[in-house]
């Protein structure tokens, strides 16, 4: 029963690329983010969306377009992949705005080559 | 704005030696306070978290008290394992409308036989 899951695990692909990770929780959160960790471990938000709605857009480039169909699902599209969009990205969820814990996935390594 | 400040690594301990982890925050308001733990090669995982003032979070012999004097959250065990070689995240949510995770840089720990 993996709460928060997102596909795939792994993706390298060629400069210039178009490529989507999909996200779906299934613990009935009705926030879900999107943070990227670079080689230095370090994680930043780049997107949050509350019920459907997008919240926190952070000073992401605008050919990464998060999509959420419904509350239990965010994804994230990134058009033309430049090689500095290698990263590990992380979907999360947590439910209401109040101060709880965030539940993570298991991250997709993305590898632009 | 608020943020996250925990001790750089890494960190390099001997089995069943005493850990200490230091993280102090900036926030306004009353915010939670969490440590995730990260092992290699997986997504994050919550270890524990305190919501206000003066409470102790524990878990899996790992504990923190949430200072607000201080505006300290600092993570202790008092016996370490190899198993609990990874990375430490303290991290912070103030709550509100656009609330969200923030991390501080993470902790590397290594454990050594």
């Known amino acids: 029963d993996t709460a928060v899951s997102q596909t795939p695990k792994y993706l390298v692909t060629q400069m210039g690329n178009d490529k989507s990770i999909k996200c779906e929780q299934n613990?009935?959160?009705?926030?879900m983010y999107w943070y990227k960790q670079d080689s230095k471990k370090f994680l930043k938000i780049m997107f949050s969306?509350?019920?459907?709605?997008?919240?926190i857009n952070e000073t992401v480039p605008n050919r990464f377009s998060p999509k959420s169909p419904d509350k239990a699902h965010l994804n994230l599209h990134i058009n033309s992949l430049e090689l500095g969009d290698s990263a590990v990205y992380f979907c999360?969820?947590?439910?209401?705005?109040?101060?709880?814990?965030?539940?993570f996935g298991q991250g997709t390594r993305l590898t632009v080559v | 704005g608020n943020s996250v400040t925990q001790m750089e690594g890494p960190v390099t301990l001997s089995e069943e030696a005493f850990l200490t982890i230091n993280c102090t925050y900036t926030?306004?308001?009353?915010?939670?306070l969490f440590w995730y733990v990260q092992y290699p090669g997986e997504g994050l995982q919550l270890l524990l978290k305190?919501?206000?003032?003066?409470d102790k979070g524990s878990n899996k012999g790992f504990e923190a008290t949430y200072r607000k004097e201080t505006t300290s959250f600092h993570l202790e065990k008092g016996s370490v394992q190899v198993s609990d070689s990874a990375v430490y995240f303290c991290?912070?949510?103030?709550?509100?409308?656009?609330?969200?995770?923030?991390f501080g840089t993470g902790t590397l720990l290594a454990v050594q036989p």
């Open positions: 999360a969820s947590s439910q209401g705005e109040g101060n709880t814990e965030a539940f």
């Open positions: 613990l009935g959160h009705d926030t």
């Open positions: 969306y509350n019920n459907k709605e997008l919240i």
């Open positions: 926030a306004t308001g009353y915010p939670s």
């Open positions: 305190a919501t206000k003032a003066d």
């Open positions: 991290a912070l949510r103030s709550g509100g409308a656009t609330n969200k995770l923030i």
